[in-house]
């Protein structure tokens, strides 16, 4: 199955400064990337995803870039901001199972200091 | 806000009970999924219902069960609970059974004493 990496397990920031989390994944043929921002006590919400057909999506602030031969993916984050302060998770879906299960992994404390 | 529901919010049980949790799906999702969140981890993959049927399991043993309901609204049982099992219980919801974004809900917290 899919097995997904991600580096740093923390991060800390100042504010205004750029912040980027790297995962890495085994399966060539996954072809579906988000990133989840999970504050504490709260649900993983979606901000930004990424299909095996692009090579880079931009959402005001956020960015995440693929690249496939590596198989590896980034989220970049811009003029951070203390609201950023969260766990951050990458995911990637492997179309080799049945389901279209998200396999993650193992989540990146962001601080943004003010 | 996403629109999936779950219920209850948090939970308490004693090893070898038996739990039941649910999750409401958004609206106009028609496939559920469920993943367990341990403290400090990122959330595994327990399995996944499109209309009413198992459509893949993750690495759980038996005693983890589900149902969906014809209104795409779905349960997870454990049986025989286990320390281990004290977890947050994420449920997430999809348009189809193809479609890749999922919407999570904002969990169960299970404590096994």
């Known amino acids: 199955g899919e097995n997904v990496e991600q580096h740093p397990s923390t991060l800390s920031v100042q504010e205004g400064d750029s912040a980027v989390i790297k995962c890495t994944y085994s399966d060539s043929a996954s072809n579906y990337f988000p990133w989840y921002k999970q504050e504490l006590g709260k649900r993983p919400q979606l901000i930004i995803d990424i299909r095996s057909n692009v090579g880079e999506k931009k959402d005001q602030r956020i960015a995440v870039t693929l690249n496939k031969t590596a198989k590896h993916f980034s989220l970049h984050i811009t003029e951070t901001q203390p609201e950023d302060s969260a766990v951050y998770f990458c995911a990637a879906i492997s179309p080799s199972g049945s389901a279209r299960q998200l396999t993650f992994g193992s989540g990146t404390q962001l601080t943004v200091l003010p | 806000e996403t629109g999936v529901t779950q219920s209850p919010t948090h939970l308490i049980k004693t090893r070898g009970q038996q739990v039941t949790l649910r999750c409401s799906s958004q609206s106009g999702h028609n496939t559920v999924s469920w993943y367990q969140q341990a403290l400090g981890q990122g959330p595994q993959f327990i399995f996944q219902?499109?209309?009413?049927?198992?459509?893949g399991r993750g690495n759980f043993p038996p005693r983890f069960s589900g149902l969906q309901f014809p209104n795409y609204s779905s349960e997870l049982n454990v049986n025989a609970l286990e320390l281990d099992d004290s977890a947050l219980y994420l449920c997430a919801s999809s348009l189809t059974g193809g479609a890749d974004t999922q919407y999570f809900g904002p969990g169960t917290r299970l404590t096994v004493l």
């Open positions: 219902y499109y209309r009413e049927e198992e459509n």
